[in-house]
């Protein structure tokens, strides 16, 4: 699987980016494909990545949203779902094969440590290769070889490129059980011009609806009968009550699209908060896909129609 991109020709004045660090982590291999000459800073979460956006103190912030083994990134979800709006004006697609890094001459590796997702994505390999290895979670593939470079740790999973930061040896790479996994990554800015429609973009919103029978149904059937593909549904608890979620839908489209914007309308009756997370130019390029009856031509056509309904002119 190639890296798939799809950054806008401007993203305005972008100069300082801040990414899920430490130095040597896939996220710090998105911002890379992202950036385009700006300086990227490593934080220590995906939360102080955002915050540091809020504060005016970066201009932009990348942050991974999903991966396709071990699907969406709590962190991230609720870290759009507070505080002050951001939205995602880019993403990248990159596929995710790990480096096994040990100390030089380092002998017996008995433990193994990484982010609990990149754990789970080279259990089989680690099963097979290191069978004697206890795997220990870290706050980042980076940690990781920050405690073998300490003495805490044996060996590191972690992103190729940690090696360039990080003096130590290369026990294995290419490393994955899923050949074909691959992690999404957001550049998400605070609200202001978004990129032009491409034909191949993706809307994201969050919504926080009446927690009774059908709410979701609802959500979804104003997507549907506007002919617009979703691509992504998830949810995550509110916190306030036990119980009560909030709907984290992606689907085709712009937001400048006028079929796209009369749904947003429609979901934003149905809630009791809606906050719009972006649109974008989609990473893998894929085009929107639009039934007879639903393009952008029939919705202006119908609501010219409907306005001279409403002004007497029936000719």
């Known amino acids: 699987m190639k890296v798939a991109t799809a950054r806008p020709r401007s993203l305005g004045t972008v100069s300082r980016i801040a990414y899920f660090g430490p130095q040597g982590t896939f996220t710090e291999q998105a911002a890379r494909i992202l950036a385009s000459g700006e300086e990227l800073i490593p934080v220590e979460t995906i939360r102080l990545a955002m915050t540091a956006v809020r504060k005016g103190e970066v201009d932009a912030a990348c942050v991974p949203i999903e991966n396709s083994v071990e699907g969406v ?111 999404r990554f957001l550049l998400v800015q605070l609200p202001g011009e978004l990129p032009d429609p491409t034909g191949a973009d993706r809307t994201s919103v969050v919504a926080a609806a009446a927690n009774r029978t059908g709410t979701l149904a609802e959500l979804l059937t104003e997507l549907a009968t506007r002919g617009i593909n979703l691509t992504r549904l998830d949810a995550r608890p509110t916190r306030n009550n036990f119980g009560e979620y909030r709907f984290f839908i992606d689907f085709e489209g712009h937001v400048a699209e006028p079929r796209i914007f009369d749904a947003m309308t429609a979901l934003r009756r149905h809630c009791r908060h809606l906050r719009f997370l972006g649109s974008h130019p989609r990473a893998d390029g894929t085009r929107t896909t639009v039934e007879p009856g639903f393009g952008n031509d029939d919705f202006v056509e119908a609501a010219t129609w409907a306005e001279a309904v409403r002004k007497g002119d029936l000719a």
């Open 73 to 183: 990134v709590p962190a991230t979800l609720d870290g759009l779902s507070e505080s002050t709006p951001l939205v995602a004006v880019a993403e990248a697609i990159l596929p995710v094969h790990f480096s096994v890094l040990t100390r030089h001459g380092g002998g017996d590796v008995r433990t193994v440590a990484s982010h609990p997702h990149a754990l789970a994505q080279v259990r089989e390999w680690l099963e097979v290769n290191l069978p004697d290895a206890r795997p220990v979670a870290s706050s980042s593939t980076s940690a990781a070889a920050v405690g073998v470079l300490e003495g805490d740790f044996d060996a590191a999973v972690c992103a190729p490129v940690a090696v360039e930061h990080y003096d130590l040896e290369v026990l294995a790479t290419e490393v994955a059980d899923v050949t074909d996994a691959a992690t």
